[in-house]
């Protein structure tokens, strides 16, 4: 699986949209983009996913460049709920494979500002 | 709809013990995994299963055994603890067909090994 490189931190203004960057330069064409967020103390919960196209659903955006080699998950208008830590995932979608797996690296802890 | 379900919440075992954590999905889940978190690091697998009977190991399966006799559970056994497990443990689940490729957490399981 390719590697991700999320800044370790970031902070945002309540109301603004909190922008959160992911590098995956060894990505390959088939693998995906996943982002994951876990709330203090709660499981990690799905947020998003993508291959090439930008992405959109009712929680976040996700523009992947057109390289593929980064990307920025968006949330609109951050809430002080949205603290959380952000995980990027790369990996590979065997939609009937023998197996699957996500490797979470250690994320980015975005804390939305009153 | 419950989704995943793991019991105990808390669990604290002095060296030595034995116990299990118990995972329940009730989404018809074909795919079950296992993690565990340490503070400062990412979810690291430990085990994974793809369908009843079938298990296999993941990134730190030392000292863990699991087995897949049904689709809706997926037990974790420690059969001697150590300190060295005292983690946060999290059971997750995700459909084995379609491309969703979203994983469905449980809330976890605090172990403390004395």
């Known amino acids: 699986d390719a590697k991700t490189t999320q800044p370790t931190s970031m902070d945002c203004a309540e109301g603004r949209a909190a922008n959160l960057p992911c590098n995956h330069s060894t990505i390959s064409g088939n693998e995906y983009v996943y982002w994951y967020r876990q709330i203090h103390s709660q499981g990690p919960q799905y947020i998003i996913h993508?291959?090439?196209n930008n992405e959109t659903n009712e929680m976040a955006s996700l523009i992947i460049t057109e390289d593929r080699k980064s990307s920025t998950l968006i949330l609109p208008h951050a809430t002080l709920r949205d603290t959380a830590v952000y995980y990027c995932?790369?990996?590979?979608?065997?939609?009937?494979?023998?197996?699957?797996?996500?490797?979470f690296g250690k994320g980015t802890l975005l804390t939305v500002n009153p | 709809n419950a989704g995943v379900t793991q019991t105990p919440k808390f669990q604290v075992l002095k060296t030595g013990q034995s116990m299990t954590l118990q995972c329940a999905q009730d989404?018809?889940?074909?795919?079950m995994s296992w993690y565990r978190q340490d503070p400062g690091m990412g979810l690291r697998l430990i085990h994974y299963s793809v369908g009843a009977g079938i298990t296999d190991q993941g990134e730190v399966p030392n000292g863990y055994n699991v087995s897949r006799s049904t689709t809706e559970d997926f037990p974790l056994r420690l059969l001697s603890a150590a300190p060295s497990q005292t983690s946060v443990y999290f059971c997750a689940s995700r459909t084995g067909t379609g491309i969703t490729g979203e994983l469905f957490f449980g809330e976890g399981s605090r172990l403390t090994v004395l």
């Open positions: 995932i790369v990996r590979v979608l065997n939609s009937g494979g023998s197996n699957y797996k996500l490797t």
């Open positions: 993508g291959l090439k």
């Open positions: 989404m018809n889940h074909e795919y």
